[in-house]
């Protein structure tokens, strides 16, 4: 009956029938008793973009489905919104699932962080993971943990938080949040990363302390051809409020990939930040014009340590080929100079807009970076003299605690204290859109983010942070949670076997790299010999 009736009259065309029929009774109630002129517009409006609809070109929906199909292209912009609240179990990632943000907002609100009726978690899923707890927990006076970052070269340690704000620049984020990031890190005397973009008049209003990350693109230290200029450099680089430099060799949102912010979101202030015309495109490059090998990269590390008045130095990165890395770490022995600190990004970081096939598919997740570059340092004997900071996807304590026990120092976090500022994850980052106005440049948008009440979620979501990681190093009987180890760590590999983080990844004695190398993992007996302190490629 229906294919019948279709062949006589498409139905899909209904809606738009009904419009004009609708339109024409409008019309008719309008002239004969006066009522109806509102029903009249709405529904002439709707015949017309039926009409419209009929006659594009751009939209096979559109054309097939007038007046309806608008419908399917509003349900897919609101799919992202309908999922998070009314379809995604609590646990479900994607990429932080409905639990992981529920516990930055009640850490950063001071409400409650206590679950009630046991875990939602399947303790018996493959990969699910515990610490290991002690029977003679220890009794610790302060959240506050600190690490002191500075190897022999530098001259002006940073006694560092271990939970710190990562990489996000002005222009990315809007003022107001970059205000309320800083005046948060200065309250609790916690780090905040500038990101690449430079040093905004926003990141100095409230004294946080900074660390300055230097880019491809030179941002706040380059010339007019975008080269590095060392008076610039230096004219950023002493401010007290700089703490420490870091060279961005990559990020695992996209390594190995430049970026473009278009000439028509470079404002004044962006302009001014960056140093580069405002209202010109402004391009961040793929690799560094300052160096081209190994060797010459740590002679930037030394030149810019000294710059700076010897500040601690280092560089970030996501793993990509290990004889790069390994060649780095040549490079090293090679000429004596070694970086303060190097920060593992991992492949599961975030950013605001970034090619789908990187985001799922290039760099080394944080894991197999952490321990890929501890056991590198341990194995030539020079962890002691380099902290390692890591970054990717560490919101809760058990974050942290999980990320020393591979091999970290201290962690960074980006989008647990986007969700501090109230990010409600609707990923529009790259649209300019952003409903809580944390990462936009419109003015209207980003007034809706109060600087003083933000810049105290902040606070407290380290605070509490913190706090959660005292208790968890407590319980299992440590005294700081530089203490934990991969011994500490417990993860399920099947239904009937768990094993120790320690037994399932590998490990390198002090020294092995040293010498003979081929009872070591595979990783080292194939790249190890085929890194080149003098370049980048291998032999």
């Known amino acids: ?18 419009c004009v029929v609708c339109a024409l009774l409008s019309l008719f109630t309008l002239v004969g008793f006066g009522i109806g002129g509102f029903w009249f517009l709405v529904f002439t409006g709707l015949s017309v973009l039926g009409y419209r609809d009929l006659r594009q070109t ?26 998070q609240y009314f379809i995604e179990s609590d646990t479900e990632a994607a990429p932080f699932s409905r639990s992981q943000r529920s516990l930055a907002y009640a850490r950063a609100k001071g409400e409650t962080d206590k679950r009630p009726f046991g875990t939602q978690l399947d303790v018996k899923a493959d990969g699910h993971e515990w610490l290991n707890h002690s029977l003679a927990p220890t009794h610790l006076a302060s959240h506050d943990f600190r690490i002191t970052i500075g190897g022999p070269a530098c001259t002006q340690p940073y ?9 996000m620049s002005f222009g990315a984020l809007s003022a107001n949040a970059i205000q309320a990031l ?3 890190a200065q309250r609790g005397r916690f780090a905040h990363d500038t990101g690449e973009g430079s040093i905004s008049s926003w990141h100095r209003l409230h004294g946080g302390d900074l660390v300055w990350e230097i880019g491809s693109g030179y941002f706040g230290c380059r010339d007019e051809q975008g080269r590095f200029n060392d008076d610039r450099f230096k004219a950023n680089a002493l401010d007290p409020q700089v703490k420490m430099i870091e060279l961005k060799l990559s990020q695992g949102a996209k390594p190995g990939h430049g970026g473009v912010l278009p000439g028509s979101k470079v404002t004044p202030e962006i302009a001014a930040a960056r140093g580069v015309p405002m209202g010109q495109d402004c391009i961040s490059p793929a690799a560094h014009s300052a160096f081209s090998s190994p060797i010459e990269m740590l002679r930037f590390i030394a030149h810019l340590r000294e710059l700076s008045g010897g500040k601690p130095t280092g560089f970030k990165l996501c793993i990509g080929h290990p004889w790069e890395w390994f060649a780095i770490v040549k490079a090293m022995q090679a000429t004596g100079v070694t970086p303060d600190f190097i920060v593992v990004d991992g492949a599961e970081g975030g950013t605001g807009a970034a090619p789908l096939e990187f985001t799922d598919h290039v ?19 020079l962890r002691d003299r380099i902290k390692i900071g890591a970054s990717g996807k560490i919101v809760s304590a058990f974050d942290i605690a999980r990320a020393m026990a591979l091999g970290a120092d201290w962690c960074n976090s980006a989008r647990g204290f986007m969700f501090a500022l109230g990010c409600i994850q609707a990923q529009s980052c790259h649209t300019g859109q952003c409903p809580t106005g944390v990462s936009t440049q419109d003015p209207l948008r980003q007034q809706a983010l109060v600087v003083p ?5 902040v606070f407290n979501f380290h605070q509490n942070t913190l706090k959660a990681l005292q208790e968890l190093v407590q319980a299992a009987g440590l005294q700081h949670p530089g203490e934990i180890s991969a011994q500490h760590i417990v993860r399920r590999v099947n239904e009937n076997e768990v094993r120790l983080l320690s037994n399932l990844l590998p490990t390198v004695a002090p020294g092995a790299l040293l010498g003979d190398i081929h009872s070591l993992h595979p990783v080292f007996t194939t790249y190890w010999p085929s890194a080149s302190a003098e370049q980048f490629a291998q032999v």
């Open 1 to 18: 009956m229906l294919d019948r009736l279709n062949a006589l009259y498409p139905v899909r065309y209904t809606a738009l029938a009904l």
């Open 58 to 83: 751009k939209s096979a929906v559109l054309r097939n489905y007038p007046v309806i199909g608008h419908l399917r292209f509003m349900l897919e912009k609101i799919r992202p919104e309908m999922r």
């Open 159 to 167: 006694e560092a938080s271990v939970f710190n704000i990562s990489a």
């Open 182 to 184: 800083n005046s948060g």
């Open 363 to 381: 760099g080394a997740p944080l894991q197999e970076g952490l321990r890929l570059v501890h056991n590198t340092l341990v194995g030539v004997n």
């Open 453 to 457: 009440d933000k810049a105290t979620r």
